[in-house]
Structure formats: structure tokens, C-alpha cells
Nanobody
Framework: QVHVVESGGGLVQAGGSLRLSCAAS????????MGWYRQAPGKQRELVAT???????NYADSVKGRFTISRDNAKETVYLQMNSLKPEDTAVYYC?????????????????WGKGTLVTVSS
């Protein structure tokens, strides 16, 4: 079983910063891509940023230049540094991890989600 837990959300004023963390744990053979998504009230969940096990990062246009995604493979953790926050960044932020696990003797690639952490940016 794989567990994904986010932390670091909270209330911040516009222009401020927050750092989100997401730790994966459990019977993981390897972690492939890791990413952050968000869902604002009344809106669909949208991609914020992703980072593969190797290669370049990917960001939504709305956060480019303000948010930075990074990962610590040894800690099986992904981070999202959010600077110059805007009220429109207010949302529940979800972490997604794409991992290889073994189910019995079969290696499978699976996606897991955390329960989310709320980020509120006041104007």
C-alpha cells in the first residue's frame, strides 16, 4: 500500500510565499513522475506542476515564474515553492505520484493521490 501526505498549506496574504511538501511512503519499487494539482471552489482540478524522475519540469502558464517544483528522491518527497501568491491561487492543492509497485510478483505502474492541503491567499 502507498500513502501520500501533503503538508504546508495555510493562509497567506497576497504577495506572500508558502512551501508545500508531499511525502510518499509504502511498498514503492520506484517513483516516476510527481506532481501538484489544485482545485478551486466550483472549478475542475487542474495541473500546477510536474517533475519526472529525470528530465525537465512542467508548469501551468498561470504559475510560471512564481512556483518552483522540486523533489528529493532519497526522501520520496516533492515540494512546491510558491512565491508572489495571488488570490486566484486559492485552492486545495493535491499531490500526485506515479509509482511502480509489485502486486504479488507483477510489477505495475500506479497513480496515487493525497487528500489535499488548503491554500488560501487573501487580498
Amino acid at each position: 500500500q502507498v500513502h501520500v501526505v501533503e503538508s504546508g498549506g495555510g493562509l497567506v496574504q497576497a504577495g506572500g510565499s508558502l512551501r508545500l511538501s508531499c511525502a510518499a511512503s509504502g511498498s514503492i519499487f520506484s517513483i516516476n513522475a510527481m506532481g501538484w494539482y489544485r482545485q478551486a471552489p466550483g472549478k475542475q482540478r487542474e495541473l500546477v506542476a510536474t517533475i519526472p524522475s529525470g528530465g525537465s519540469t512542467n508548469y501551468a502558464d498561470s504559475v510560471k515564474g512564481r512556483f518552483t517544483i522540486s523533489r528529493d528522491n532519497a526522501k520520496e518527497t516533492v515540494y512546491l515553492q510558491m512565491n508572489s501568491l495571488k488570490p486566484e491561487d486559492t485552492a486545495v492543492y493535491y499531490c500526485n505520484v506515479n509509482v511502480d509497485i509489485y502486486i504479488l510478483t507483477v510489477r505495475r505502474r500506479m497513480d496515487y493521490w493525497g487528500k489535499g492541503t488548503l491554500v488560501t491567499v487573501s487580498s
